[in-house]
């Protein structure tokens, strides 16, 4: 399919959440072998035996997929390789592209005939692309599949095996739909979403394999999720019944409803039933061919519709040879971000800094949508200053590129400067975390939360939210919580790294000298085990919201918090409005108001100080900025390179206006480390008509070096150090 793959109309896709409080504890045990409780005191059921699953074993990702800049391409059934795919490929490689992303028929429902005809065409494509240097990941949705004509004519949901595998919601109605409804598919075709537990499982996986033999690099799954655009709350397939059943011990819940603590450990499952689909795939392909490596396509981001839709990105994380190329969304599916809020542009960072820190060590790749050229050469800026693999297109689908000698001189600097892009050490002292759990449990609310901006500006068609209030990160406590302390280290140009909750270790602490917890009410008794940790060896915590810690991983209230001796207060105690706390060698401050949240809604430099100073106490920034604080900084270094991003968001304000580029003049200044002393400062853009770096005056006084930058819209400085002889 030529389509966008990927979900594009929020307000077509939105679950119904029940809120509500907890109830008795459902506890759970690690792993999936011995036996799970009965939350009614039974003794429980046998889980699945250990090891049943397939495991991944450690690979290194290559460096082509480190240093990738992604494209579409596609080709017909009866394409000739040197008539059709080659001329293809040789177009691609002048725009400066250096993986190819290739979709064509799998979307669609195959016989075995047609599928191992299709995979002699994608051996060819494969050779010539490998003869240009240029490598090629494989489109293969991995829970949908189309069928054309299905809604009259023959269709897989009608077969025998359709009507079995397929997903089902609560009420046991098959989640299958036909055209109109989205955007990729066409009228009259039909959607039918598979049950990832069923034997479709076995199918794809036999499927993948051999792809994986044709000679291709990676393969590219889509839409590994509870599909929601037309029922909400999916899979209850008998298929499905019986692996959560398995998993916990549990009988499928009945309707949605967060006070109940089987719906609760449901939205968890679900998460991880749905990773462990994605590693089965990688696996899969990796037994065909042991170089191959798996993305993901990934469409939730830190906001509230991972909760819905149960696919957690960040479980994926510490895998190895699986990775995510993350669909982040924009405002218009015709307009792009051309009239976006400064806030809106918050958000958007906001999704590149969790999809570059959820991807862990490996490449992250990303949708950069654009729909003119100014505004897509701005959405790529800030995808390489987060430090994640563009793969360019034009909204809403993925076939085009906004502007091709955009996407040509953009990805020409990012092939230019590729190691300092792609390979530099993140420079952050701060870290943010972003907690799964609270996200699915603290306050549940209707609506995704992606951006903030709802209202649909004057003409703009097929807005991100269809006006619909609900959906704005305003009206989602925990997100907005999240997203304004996002703000507030953006505006005021500290560098930081979002931190995911899946998987923590003391290791993924270790750099980082402030840790913020916005809003933090949901954990796990490992969790809170590393966040002790942390502090008491000497690290700060920042904790934000009521009743901090209060709840179990699984959303169930806790009868002491959790972090009760690092916050210094306990359930029972009075919540003072604001405490600091000495732990060990380190200190915890807690600030009882959502500050975030009110300083998302309102630009308040005395709210985000509450949240900030003790930001700036512990760890005081080694880089800073005089200048328009809408101007995004990052921070990395390589070798004796210290690098600084900039982005220039300075044209945005509070209300949407036209789009509009308006160069920046800054100064930045750079604190020099003892012993060291800088010999160069350049400047490089892909702005301009040549990646190549210039040189920048610069100036010293005391240990700090600064230097004076004009930014059109993205601007790379290096400072070159050496020690200092003598």
């Known amino acids: 399919m030529r389509e966008r793959r990927g979900l594009t109309r929020r307000a077509l896709l939105r679950g119904s959440l029940a809120a509500g409080g907890a109830a008795a504890a459902v506890r759970l045990l690690p792993g999936r072998a011995g036996r799970q409780p009965d939350p009614t005191g039974g003794p429980g059921v046998p889980l699945r035996p250990a090891g049943a699953a397939a495991r991944l074993t450690p690979a290194a990702f290559p460096e082509w997929a480190r240093h990738a800049r992604i494209a579409d391409a596609t080709f017909d059934d009866d394409a000739d390789p040197a008539r059709d795919m080659r001329p293809v490929i040789d177009a691609l490689k002048k725009q400066n592209v250096s993986v190819i992303e290739v979709d064509t028929i799998l979307s669609n429902w ?16 494969s050779e010539l692309a490998h003869t240009a240097g240029m490598r090629v990941v494989m489109y293969y949705p991995s829970l949908e599949l189309i069928s054309v004509g299905g809604e009259k004519g023959p269709s897989f949901y009608k077969t025998a095996e359709g009507a079995s595998w397929v997903q089902r919601d609560l009420s046991g109605q098959p989640n299958v739909f036909y055209g109109s409804l989205v955007v990729w598919v066409d009228p009259g075709d039909e959607s039918c979403w598979l049950s990832p537990n069923s034997p479709w499982r076995d199918y794809y996986l036999g499927r993948v394999k051999k792809i994986a033999a044709t000679g291709v690099d990676a393969i590219w799954p889509d839409v590994p999720i509870y599909f929601d655009g037309a029922l909400s709350w999916c899979d209850t397939s008998s298929w499905a019944t019986a692996a959560f059943t398995g998993d916990t ?17 449901y939205v968890d499952w679900r998460h991880h039933n749905l990773n462990q689909w994605q590693l089965d795939i990688a696996a899969a392909g990796r037994s065909a061919n042991p170089d191959l490596v798996t993305f993901v396509e990934t469409v939730t981001m830190d906001y509230d519709y991972a909760t819905t839709i149960g696919l957690d990105g960040a479980l994926l994380r510490t895998a190895e040879s699986a990775s995510h190329v993350w669909e982040v969304d924009i405002l218009g599916n015709y307009d792009g971000m051309r009239h976006a809020t400064a806030d809106d542009w918050i958000c958007l960072i906001s999704m590149y800094k969790y999809a570059r820190a959820a991807s862990g060590t490996k490449p992250a790749w990303a949708f950069s949508y654009g729909w003119k050229a100014d505004d897509a050469s701005l959405v790529l800026a800030e995808v390489l200053a987060a430090g994640c693999n563009p793969y360019e297109v034009k909204t809403p689908f993925k076939s085009d590129s906004a502007d091709l ?27 943010l975390y972003h907690s799964s759990a609270s996200r699915d449990f603290t306050a549940p609310r209707d609506g995704s939360g992606m951006y903030v901006n709802t209202k649909p500006p004057a003409g703009v068609e097929e807005w991100w939210s269809e006006n619909y209030a609900e959906e704005s990160c305003l009206n989602h406590p925990w997100l907005g919580e999240f997203r304004g302390t996002v703000k507030a280290l953006v505006r005021a ?5 979002t931190v995911p909750s899946p998987g923590l270790t003391a290791a993924d602490l270790a750099r980082y000298r402030v840790l913020l917890l916005p809003y933090l009410q949901a954990v796990s008794d490992a969790e809170a085990a590393v966040l002790r940790e942390y502090v008491t060896g000497g690290g700060t915590l920042v904790v934000t919201g009521p009743a901090p810690t209060s709840l179990t991983e699984y959303g169930t209230a806790r009868t002491e918090y959790a972090l009760a001796d690092v916050l210094g207060f306990g359930a029972a105690d009075p919540q003072p409005e604001t405490r600091e706390h ?9 600030v009882k108001d959502l500050a975030g949240l009110r300083y998302l809604g309102k630009t308040d430099q005395a709210t985000a100080d509450r949240l900030l100073g003790p930001v700036r106490a512990a760890a005081p920034p080694a880089v800073g900025l005089t200048g328009d604080p809408r101007i995004h900084l990052e921070l990395s270094r390589l070798g004796d390179e ?56 610069w100036q010293v006084t005391g240990d700090a070096v600064t230097a004076e930058v004009t930014v059109a819209q993205y601007a790379l400085l290096a400072f070159t150090t050496a020690a200092v002889t003598g």
Do not use: W
């Open 110 to 125: 195959l016989t075995d005939a047609e599928f191992t005809q299709h995979l002699g065409k994608i051996h060819s494509f």
């Open 249 to 265: 011990g549990l009988p499928m819940p009945v309707k949605p409803d967060f006070k109940d603590p089987v719906f609760r450990r």
């Open 405 to 431: 000698p955009t996407r040509t001189r953009v990805y020409g600097f990012a092939a230019a400067h590729r190691e300092r892009l792609f390979d530099a050490e993140r420079g952050a002292e701060v870290g």
């Open 493 to 497: 140009q500290i560098p930081f790294d």
């Open 582 to 590: 000495a732990v060990g060698a380190g200190a915890c401050h807690y």
């Open 642 to 697: 210290t690098l600084v991003q900039l982005v220039n968001f300075t044209c945005f304000g509070d209300t949407p206006a036209a789009f509009k580029t308006r160069p920046a003049t800054c100064t930045v200044r750079l604190t020099v480390p003892a012993g060291r002393r800088v010999t160069a400062v350049t400047v490089s853009s892909p702005d301009g008509p040549s990646p190549d770096a210039r040189p920048v005056s």
